[in-house]
């Protein structure tokens, strides 16, 4: 079955800086890629997804960067604010099973 | 209405109890699941249905039933629980299921404490 593993699990940047936070995954067929932020108490949000054919994605400071052969794929926010401060889950789903693999999260904290 | 309504927020529930989470959608999804959500932890999948059949079950002990009534509703039913079954259990809708890789709603979930 798939695999999604994300790196870092922690990271602190200061207010301005950017993030970046990678993930990989093992199964060739899996053709979608949502990441979810889930704030403190909250609920998992969709911030940004990307699907296969595409290798790029850009929605303000956020962007999402796929590489199909290597199996990796990347959530880059930019100019980071405090309220980006949160857990961030990167994802996985194929056509071939009816469920979305979650990677471990990564806690980020914007430091003000 | 982009809503995924849980009830209720906070359980606490003896382990001799047997209690029900609810779930609610109104934007016409036709696939709906549960997860559970430890600390510090990512959502885990316990059930899918999709068009109100149940398509994947996740291994889990039978001390949580589920059961879609309609296309709308979706329950937990819980039974002899334990302590360790203590969790965020969130549930979450998509439009199709996620063999389409559509988005998934969620809730905001169900705090369980089991004493």
């Known amino acids: 079955g798939e695999n999604v593993e994300q790196h870092p699990s922690t990271l602190s940047v200061q207010e301005g800086d950017s993030a970046v936070i990678k993930c990989t995954y093992s199964d060739s067929a899996s053709n979608y890629f949502p990441w979810y932020k889930q704030e403190l108490g909250k609920r998992p949000q969709l911030i940004i997804d990307?699907?296969?054919?595409?290798g790029e994605k850009k929605d303000q400071r956020i962007a999402v960067t796929l590489n199909k052969t290597a199996k990796h794929f990347s959530l880059h926010i930019t100019e980071t604010q405090p309220e980006d401060s949160a857990v961030y889950f990167c994802?996985?789903?194929?056509?071939?099973?009816?469920?979305?693999?979650f990677g471990p999260g990564t806690s980020l904290s914007v430091i003000p | 209405d982009t809503e995924v309504t849980q009830t209720p927020k906070h359980l606490v529930m003896g382990m001799t109890n047997k209690k029900s989470l609810k779930c609610e959608q109104h934007?016409?999804?036709?696939?709906m699941y549960w997860y559970k959500q430890k600390a510090k932890k990512p959502p885990e999948l316990m059930f899918v249905?999709?068009?109100?059949?149940?398509?994947i079950n996740e291994s889990v002990p039978s001390r949580f039933s589920p059961e879609c009534p309609n296309s709308s509703l979706l329950n937990l039913h819980l039974h002899a629980l334990q302590p360790e079954d203590s969790a965020l259990y969130l549930c979450?809708?998509?439009?199709?299921?996620?063999?389409?890789?559509?988005?998934?709603?969620f809730g905001q979930g169900t705090r369980l404490t089991v004493v």
């Open positions: 990307i699907r296969s054919n595409v």
């Open positions: 934007m016409g999804h036709r696939a």
């Open positions: 249905y999709s068009y109100e059949k149940l398509s």
């Open positions: 979450a809708s998509s439009q199709e299921s996620a063999r389409v890789n559509t988005e998934a709603f």
């Open positions: 994802a996985a789903s194929s056509t071939s099973y009816d469920k979305v693999i």
